[in-house]
Structure formats: structure tokens, C-alpha cells
């Protein structure tokens, strides 16, 4: 079974549509996050649905944000005083799709905290405080991420010892072509994808070398714009490069101790994330997902807690009535994520070893047949001969 993705142009959208912005509390049931902008694509999908979901309509109102910032915004309550933004309802502009701009909203004056803060990779890469009593964490969708160049560049492959030289020493590291400092384009301290790739190739993020950017969108732009594509070289979450496909190419990455470089999915055009589920792409991270708590443990807010069990794939009460018949999981595999029960390996801390692991209940077979085909047996009677676990149409393993 095949299904085609739809993969958003990550440049197409880059601000939200800011003329005249109304009040973020006139929009109904309104969630306030705060999240990296490589989560920015799956916001807008899971925005769109829930500002249509029938059973339980709710706005998700959203600022992209540096992982690390984020992580202090929630634990020390910190107010988000800058627009948000918002997706339109089915009502308001049926023709909106994921490549659409968004919609502007100004916060409550005095700014509001989030009920949902996201980290695009383990909080203890941002700090080493432990997270206040206060705040619940949860582990979501796997995110990888790349080293991309731009379709004109020869290159395919780098090791874990070039990056080393490259992003550690720049110039001076002497790894051809990646010899040009004003070539490379990196991300600043307090984000996810320098700070991931700062943990796996083991130089540490205040000292690497080349452009830093606050946004990946300007990274994107500086690989598709650089005059010399042959020596240009940047980093991006692999749900950013997804969507830019035609226009970038990402290096299949050797890490340390590895005998072969490996692309994120089984082959280069594929979209399968087959070699991050199992282990041979190690430069991934979880998306950790935070909500506030009150004096005896519980969520504050019912509608995040709502979205949270949404992204970390546990049971949500109403079932959501998406549009389509989508589910979660075709709104996380269709940005380039992985659902954590569709991983076979997992590591403790960013960077860190990998081991195997099995999810409670698996999604394998469900979340293959999204991305590329799936070999699982089909379930249409509702049980599996081979002692598998009929879920949603497929015999799982568990």
C-alpha cells in the first residue's frame, strides 16, 4: 500500500499575515504554544484540524522559538508579549493549505505564558536544571536532522570526523570544498538543530564556525542564494529539508564509528525515515513537549493537555473528528516525523548511545504504509493469524 504525501515548501509561508491583527482571545477555546520553527509545518497542520475538529474545537495559537527559550518561558512563566499566529477554519478560508501563509494575533496585553512549551530535543542539551514541580514533560515525535547543500553541489557524503573539522575549525580545518567560513550556515546557541548536531559531531555550539541564523528559513535561503553552491553547506531539522526537496540535498552522514554514511531514509529519494527508526542515521532528537502543572498535579489546562496526548500519541478524550479521516499520524509522517511507536531505538540524552526499544503499542506497519509500503499483513476482519495485534487495519507486532 502507497500513499503520497503532501510535503509543505517550507519557504512558501514564512510569515504569518500580520495587516491589522485582531485580539488572539477573540478566536474560540484558545491554546497558547510556544515551539521551535521546525515544528512550525506540523502546527499548521494540527491548527487546521483542530480549528475544524467537530468533537472538540479549539484554536492553537502558536510562536516559533529558539528550543532552549522555549524551555525557560514555561519553567519560569515567562510571558509571550509578540504576535502569534493562527490558522484559519474550514469557514473562514476553505482554500488554506499548509503552504499558506498564517494568520496574526496580537496576545492579552501584558502578554500571556504558554500552556504548551516544545523543545526540539532533550531539555538537559538547553539545561541542567531539572524541570519545576510545576511542569510536566512528554516525549513526542523523533525529529532528525541533516546537513543539507544546494542542488548544484557534487557533494553526498560527509563523516562525523570532516563535520568535526568543518563546524570546529572552519577555514583552518582544511576539508574540502567546506573551506569558506562565509559558506556556512549554522543556527544560533539557543536552537535545537545547532545544538543536536553540537552533540553528535562533539563541538560544542558557542564554538563552531560559520554564519549563525535565527531562523531556519534564513538558512534555507542562504543555500539556495550562495554564489559558490559547490563549497555552501548548512544544517536544518530534516521536517524543514523535507519540504525543500527540489531545491536542497542532504548528505548522507557517516557517524563516529561507523563503516558507511546513511541518508535519514533508506535511500535518497525515499521519505521512509527507515535508518533513523533503526538506528543506522544517529543525529536525531524527541520532541519534548511541556504543560504546566497545578498544586496537586494536574494539567491547568484541559485543551493542552488535549493537544499534548495528541503529538505523544496516547489517548485523547473526544476522539478527534479530523478532516479526511486524517489521523495523528498522518499529520506527523507527513511533515517528517517519526510517532515515537514507530521507533526501534532510543537514547537517554542528546547525543547519547542508542538502544534497542519497543513502544507499548506499536505503529510500524501504519506509519509505513503513510511514508512509502508497507510488507505488514492487512486486518480487515479485525484479527491477525500470524499473532500480531490488528490495529488500525494492520497486524502490529505489539
Not at 543555500?223 to 523535507?242: F, K, R, W
Request: charged share 15%; glycine share 8%.
Amino acid at each position: 500500500m502507497r500513499r503520497l504525501l503532501l510535503i509543505i515548501p517550507f519557504v512558501a509561508a514564512l510569515a504569518p499575515r500580520d495587516a491589522a491583527a485582531a485580539p488572539c482571545t477573540d478566536l474560540p477555546n484558545p491554546v497558547y504554544v510556544q515551539a521551535g520553527d521546525t515544528q512550525t509545518n506540523l502546527l499548521k497542520r494540527l491548527g487546521r484540524a483542530l480549528r475544524d475538529n467537530t468533537s472538540n474545537p479549539m484554536s492553537l495559537i502558536f510562536l516559533p522559538s529558539g528550543s532552549c527559550t522555549n524551555i525557560d518561558a514555561i519553567y519560569s512563566r515567562v510571558p509571550i508579549t509578540a504576535n502569534m499566529q493562527f490558522v484559519p477554519s474550514m469557514a473562514e478560508d476553505p482554500a488554506w493549505t499548509p503552504s499558506s501563509p498564517t494568520i496574526a494575533c496580537t496576545p492579552p496585553a501584558g502578554g500571556v505564558v504558554p500552556d504548551i512549551a516544545n523543545s526540539a530535543l532533550f531539555n538537559s542539551a538547553c539545561t541542567s536544571s531539572p524541570p519545576p514541580a510545576t511542569v510536566a514533560m512528554h516525549q513526542g515525535p523523533v525529529q532528525a536532522y541533516v546537513m543539507a547543500v544546494p542542488k548544484a553541489s557534487s557533494q553526498k557524503a560527509i563523516t562525523f570526523e570532516e563535520a568535526y573539522f568543518v563546524f570546529g575549525f572552519g577555514m583552518a580545518g582544511m576539508v574540502a570544498p567546506w573551506t569558506d567560513e562565509t559558506n556556512m550556515f549554522i543556527r544560533t546557541i539557543t536552537k535545537s538543530t545547532l545544538l543536536a548536531w553540537a552533540a553528535n559531531i562533539t563541538v560544542p555550539g558557542d564554538m563552531w564556525k560559520g554564519v549563525r541564523r535565527d531562523a531556519s528559513s534564513m538558512v534555507v535561503s542562504d543555500l539556495m542564494t550562495s554564489p559558490n553552491p559547490e563549497s555552501a553547506i548548512g544544517i536544518l531539522g530534516v521536517e524543514v529539508y523535507d519540504g525543500l526537496r527540489d531545491k536542497l540535498s542532504v548528505l548522507a552522514y557517516r557517524g563516529k564509528g561507523q563503516y558507511a554514511a546513511y541518508f535519514p531514509d533508506s535511500s535518497f529519494e525515499s521519505r521512509d525515515k527507515r535508518n533513523v527508526r533503526d538506528g543506522h542515521y544517529t543525529v536525531w532528537s524527541p520532541t519534548i513537549w511541556m504543560e504546566t502543572l497545578d498544586a496537586n498535579g494536574q494539567p491547568v489546562s484541559a485543551r493542552a493537555h488535549y493537544i499534548i496526548n495528541l503529538l505523544t500519541g496516547k489517548t485523547a478524550t473526544p476522539e478527534p473528528q479530523f478532516p479526511g479521516n486524517q489521523t495523528m499520524i498522518d499529520l506527523i509522517a507527513a511533515v517528517g516525523l517519526v510517532p515515537d511507536c514507530a521507533m526501534g531505538v532510543n537514547r537517554k540524552f542528546e547525543g547519547g548511545p542508542l538502544e534497542l526499544y519497543k513502544p507499548a503499542e506499536s505503529c510500524v506497519c501504519s506509519y509505513e504504509s503513510r511514508v512509502d509500503q508497507t510488507s505488514c499483513a492487512t486486518c480487515p476482519a479485525g484479527t491477525c493469524s500470524n499473532g500480531g495485534v490488528c490495529r488500525a487495519g494492520f497486524c502490529e507486532v505489539q
